[in-house]
């Protein structure tokens, strides 16, 4: 008898222990992979992107000036933009307006509006500078492209731009 009810513990205790793993791995599993694919989408192990562009407005019609970066998001990836900036020097009298940068996907051109604030006058050409450096977050998909645009009031072809963009890639499914 006393073998009997020690038997039937051991086995009542193995069955515990059987029912607990079975109700907790699938749990402990998710979790585990769950951990796996937010580390592979860190910003901190991901490639960081950065593309820029510079002009001057006598390399275009008057009143507009514009770039594409020669950045093309990856047919495996999604681009995360987190910075965008834009820097103008423009002669006395005129100023930009309407900057923006333009994401294409699929055909499809989005504009995004960039500010541009009176940074004052550079100290080496005596120009008008105008600038930002704009934090956001931003998703484009694969196959996408960036264009900078800004319109001018200079008819004298004196204004340069530098835009830029920066981010980091995911992979995406």
Known sequence: MQFAKRLLMGAGAVVVVVVVLMLAAPKTVRAVVATLIRDADNPGRATLVYAA?????SDHEAGDLGCSPDYTVPATDRLVVQQAEVRCQTPSGNSTA???FTVTTNGVAV???LTLFNQGTDVFTGA???GTNQALTYYADPGSTLRFDTILTDSTGNTACVFGFSGYLISYP
């Open 128 to 130: 008008p500078d105008y």
């Open 53 to 57: 562009c510079n002009l001057r407005s």
């Open 111 to 113: 504009p995004h509006d």
């Open 98 to 100: 309407d900057t923006y």
